[in-house]
Antibody, heavy 126, light 107 residues
C-alpha cells in the first residue's frame, strides 16, 4: 500500500506560480501512474495530468496544457506539480494519486486512483 | 472529453436502506468505470474499479454493475459511515473525467 504525503497549504498572488510536492512510501514509486487531481471548494474532481516515472512520459489535460508541469525525483520518490499564471479560479485542494496503468490506443491510461495524498490547499488571492 | 453524468445529484436515505446511484457516459467506455467515496475534508477513496470489482478493504455492501454507457453503484444496506459524496470516473480515454457527484445524506 502506497502512502502519499503532500506539502503544506500555500497562499499565492495572482500571476505567480505554485509547486506542490507528493512524497511516496511503501511501494514501487516508478511503476505507478502518478496523477494530480484538483477540487475547488464545494466542487467536483478534475484531473490535471500525470506521469509514469519508469517511462518518463507525462500526460496533461488540454485545459492545463502550457500552465502545468509534472515532474518526479525518483531518488526521493517524490512527484511535483507546478502550476503557473495563477488566477483566483485556481483556488482549490490539489491531490496527488497513484494507481495502475494499462496500454491504450493513445498511450498509457491511468486505470484508477487507488492511493491519494491528503491534499494541499492552494489559495490564490491578491 | 467524455462527459460523465450522475443521477441523482443528491438523495436522502435512512440507515438500512438500499441505495442506487447511476452514472452515464457520453460515449461508450466499455467497463473502464470507477467509483469513489469522499467524506468532508478528506481525499476520495476508491470503492469499485473496472465497473464491478470491489477494491480491497471495501465492505461487500458496495457493488457496481454496467458496461458501455450506463453504470450503477449500489449500497445494499446503508450504514452511518456511508453518508458521503460518491463520484464515478471513466478511465477509457485521457483525460480521465469524473461525474459531478452524488451527495448521500441522512433522512
Amino acid at each position: 500500500q502506497v502512502q502519499l504525503v503532500q506539502s503544506g497549504a500555500e497562499v499565492k498572488k495572482p500571476g505567480s506560480s505554485v509547486k506542490v510536492s507528493c512524497k511516496a512510501s511503501g511501494g514501487t514509486f516508478s511503476s505507478y501512474f502518478i496523477s494530480w487531481v484538483r477540487q475547488a471548494p464545494g466542487q467536483g474532481l478534475e484531473w490535471m495530468g500525470g506521469v509514469i516515472p519508469i517511462f518518463g512520459t507525462t500526460y496533461y489535460a488540454q485545459k492545463f496544457q502550457g500552465r502545468v508541469t509534472i515532474i518526479t525525483d525518483e531518488s526521493t520518490s517524490t512527484a511535483y506539480m507546478e502550476l503557473s499564471s495563477l488566477r483566483s479560479e485556481d483556488t482549490a485542494f490539489y491531490y496527488c494519486a497513484t494507481g495502475p496503468y494499462s496500454n491504450s490506443w493513445y498511450g498509457k491510461r491511468a486505470e484508477n486512483f487507488q492511493n491519494w495524498g491528503q491534499g494541499t490547499l492552494v489559495t490564490v488571492s491578491s | 472529453d467524455i462527459q460523465m453524468t450522475q443521477s441523482p445529484s443528491s438523495l436522502s436515505a435512512s440507515v438500512g436502506d438500499r441505495v442506487t446511484i447511476t452514472c452515464r457516459a457520453s460515449q461508450t467506455i466499455s467497463r473502464y468505470l470507477n467509483w469513489y467515496q469522499q467524506k468532508p475534508g478528506k481525499a476520495p477513496n476508491l470503492l469499485i474499479y473496472a465497473a464491478s470489482s470491489l477494491q480491497s478493504g471495501v465492505p461487500s455492501r458496495f457493488s457496481g454493475s454496467g458496461s458501455g454507457t450506463d453504470f450503477t453503484l449500489t449500497i445494499s444496506s446503508l450504514q452511518l459511515e456511508d453518508f458521503a459524496t460518491y463520484y464515478c470516473q471513466q478511465s477509457y480515454n485521457t483525460p480521465p473525467t469524473f461525474g459531478q457527484g452524488t451527495w448521500v445524506e441522512i433522512k
